[in-house]
């Protein structure tokens, strides 16, 4: 491997410039997250208080006694904590614009990196996507590294490389080391001051290049997510289920975090990084260990947290768009999330460590979306059964959990409707229930399989 060759930002370029210690947004924020704040404290106080006036004679109506009860009455405060940080993330979400783009007289240097392993023909079309994408030829460069592909990857980077020399580079690893070796090794060929990572299944939308370039004005921005869509979605309902599941969670919840300067993942699909900060980071990162084993998956969540720590902000950048292939079987969209919730656990953890050390609001912001989250997972598991112990007295319950369900989809697909503009928001409220019914099991799986560091889907 080459050894690291980065360019240091030049102070006097565009991309570089200084910015005020204490902008303008940031004293707006700060009265913002203390309001929420008090409204917050207040929910918690009248859920409590409304706990031990309302709920208690409830209960006796419903027969509601011993451990039910126990979990019944921590299932109502968090669901009164979880609408209150829904208030909160639907403020900030209004609040979310995205930055203006990059002219092409401005566009900093770029290196995209494309790492790939048996991706056959579909690894030059993300080539080529990056190759029409609107940036000034002389500003960029495209870097593929075939990580030890077995089928006949090669023949279409070589073919890629072979058209446009002056454009294309090529790495060929000569077994699979992973897609972390692959990228620390793109990363180590760059030369230039931004460093974009595309994965080989995934094609750039023309302007998603200068559009993740316009937040690196800001110095002390050093990661940026784009958007990611689903390309295959017209070809079954699986992936159209899984389009407006991603806008909710990638573009909705990155949206929010955007606005505190703390997007908790950048993703493979498409994310940029600032050369000069990611240069110090690929030591301890492509080396990274866990429960005592070296990490292999995850390899976005773990850069993006290690920016976070290393003081620069993680931002969203909703117009540069990525269509990325989505599982069609339910095989293997459980080994995707299974390869997701191994890697959340793993990242929540160090995110834990990290949120401490930001600046405020976006550590009280952190604090309480993280906390109220990962409240959800005991609660729902507990509540479910719950759910199953009373509809044994009630067999109705079963039919208001039903439609609870769908009454809370509806309401998340109002967010996919607004921001989409589709007919699509359907496939929102049947993939709520596609979720309760054959992905429950998913996240306490990965729970205690999270040593586990194969990728699965190669």
Known sequence: MESYSVEPTSPSAPFSHSVEDRPAWLSIDL????????VFSAVVA?????????????ADALKIQGWAAIVARPSLLW????????????????????????????????????PAYNEGAMVRQAVDACAWAEYPRDRLEIIVIDDGSTDDT???????????????QTIRLPVNAGKRAALAAGF?????????????????????LLAIAGPF????????????????????VLPRMLHVRFVLSFDFLRSVQSTYGTVYCCPGALSAYRASVVQALVPAWQHQRFLGEVCTIGEDRALTNDVLAAGYQAVYQRTAVVQTLAPETYRKLCRMFLRWDRSYIR?????????WTLPFPAMALTLIETTVTNLRYPVAYSSLG??????????????????????????????????????????????????????????PYALVTVRNRTWMTR
């Open 31 to 38: 009265r913002f997250v203390i309001a929420t704040v008090i």
């Open 46 to 58: 009248t859920t409590i208080r409304f706990s031990h006036e309302v709920f208690d004679p409830l």
């Open 79 to 114: 669901f009164t904590m979880g609408m209150a940080l829904i208030v909160i993330r639907t403020l900030l979400w209004v609040r979310y614009r995205p930055v203006a783009a990059a002219s092409p007289d401005e566009a900093p240097r770029m290196s995209i990196i494309i």
């Open 154 to 168: 090669w023949v279409h980077v070589d073919a890629a490389q072979r058209e446009r020399p002056d454009l294309v």
């Open 188 to 208: 180590a060929k760059a030369t230039r001051e931004i460093l974009v990572t595309v994965d080989s299944d995934s094609l750039l939308e023309r302007g998603a």
């Open 217 to 236: 004005r800001n110095e002390r921005v050093g990661a940026v997510a784009g958007k990611v869509c689903v390309l295959n979605r017209f070809q079954s």
């Open 347 to 355: 990242e929540e953890i160090r995110l834990w460590k990290i949120m």
């Open 386 to 443: 719950l759910m199953l112990y009373l509809s044994v007295q009630d067999p109705l319950t079963i039919v208001r959990l039903l439609i609870s369900i769908g009454i809370v989809s509806i309401f998340y697909s109002l967010y996919f409707l607004h921001s989409e503009r589709s007919r699509e928001f359907f496939y929102g409220i049947l993939y709520a229930y596609f979720h309760f019914l054959s992905l429950l099991w998913i996240f």
